[in-house]
């Protein structure tokens, strides 16, 4: 059972920085500053050139407890956020509430009470319901920390700076890259949070590519350009980022089909052409092959989705021990 009023509204800046600026949680990137931005991307970079060894033992926060607490399921990104903890030092809780105190009628504030108790420094949560990680930050104990792993539609910010991550490792400066973000657009708190900090590092140009369907109303006003045609719209650009489809979110038929969706927005090497010959292609998985992309496009030269995932990581670790860290802003 879950609060009445979860949804995020305007979030002010000030929840997720302390007074000199440093972040306390982190749930969303709209409204942070370029250079924070930037100071999570130096950190990232800090962990990835570390030698393996190193990276793998990095105790900035030994004594903390992390407690990933995640209402809707995703095993992939639990683990990234566990490997990152650990190697930080941590103590590492995972609770899978789908099946434990929801499911039986607890409302989601009795939840963070009972966990509070349990002398956690940081909440790792994703949850269906956008506005949830921003509620839990909202009424969780001051020493407690919240970093969301993915809420509703609304945002998933640790995805979208690894994203960036992989993009600065890639081609360096935002400022004259052209980037469009491809697919579902609708449902996607990724590509949401995406645009919002590829804006925010002022990329040359951030387009969307997607049907008319599966465009959010009113998206112009976040600093895009809307195409409809998979041609037109990656003609010409930097980075191509290709959105899952979100079957499981569509409450209606926005679709005709899968395969109609891939013969006119399916990443094919024949379509990648219209891109720069140096284009980097990227997904934020699970992949959906022969829906959004062709395996050919997925598994070739100018793919980074594997580096993406390794950078996830790092990215995390960033986070993390910028929030709990000695110098941070929850120490």
């Known amino acids: 059972m879950l609060h009445a009023h979860l949804s995020p509204g305007p979030l002010p800046s000030r929840m997720q920085l302390t007074k000199d600026g440093k972040l306390k949680h982190f749930l969303t990137i709209e409204g942070l500053p370029p250079l924070l931005l930037e ?13 393996n060894k190193q990276q793998k033992k990095a105790p900035l926060l030994r004594g903390k407890t992390v407690m990933n607490l995640f209402f809707e399921n995703s095993t992939r990104t639990r683990v990234t956020f566990e490997i990152a903890a650990q190697r930080l030092g941590a103590d590492v809780t995972n609770l899978d509430i789908r099946t434990s ?5 607890e409302t989601l504030l009795d939840t963070v009470r009972n966990l509070e108790a349990m002398n956690a420094d940081m909440f790792v949560v994703r949850h269906e319901h956008a506005g949830a990680a921003h ?7 001051p020493h407690i920390s919240v970093l969301n792993a993915g809420d509703g539609r609304h945002s998933h910010p640790t995805q979208a700076m690894l994203d960036m991550f992989t993009i600065r490792q890639k081609k360096g400066s935002f400022q004259p890259l052209k980037v ?34 599966l465009v959010p109303a009113g998206i112009e006003k976040m600093g895009v350009n809307v195409f409809h045609h998979m041609e037109e719209g990656i003609e010409d650009v930097d980075v191509v980022i290709m959105l899952r489809l979100q079957r499981e979110r ?10 109609e969706f891939f013969k006119l927005y399916g990443l094919t090497e024949a379509r990648l052409k ?35 995932v390794t950078n996830g990581i790092a990215v995390r670790m960033a986070v993390m021990s910028m929030i709990m860290g000695p110098q941070g802003g929850a120490a």
């Open 180 to 213: 469009a973000i491809v697919g579902d657009v609708l449902h996607s708190r990724v590509a949401r949070s995406q645009i919002h900090a590829l804006t925010t590092l002022a990329t040359g140009e951030v387009r969307v590519v997607a049907p008319k369907t």
């Open 135 to 141: 509620f839990i930050a909202r009424y969780c104990a």
């Open 250 to 259: 569509m409450q209606t038929a926005l679709l005709p089909s899968e395969r």
């Open 274 to 308: 219209h891109a720069k010959p140096d284009a980097i292609v990227m997904h934020p998985g699970p992949i959906n092959r022969g829906v959004e992309i062709d395996s050919r496009v997925a598994d070739g030269i100018q793919s980074v989705i594997l580096e993406q």
């Open 39 to 51: 100071e999570i991307l130096d950190r990232a970079e800090q962990f990835v050139t570390l030698p």
């Open 101 to 105: 105190s929801a499911s039986k009628g």
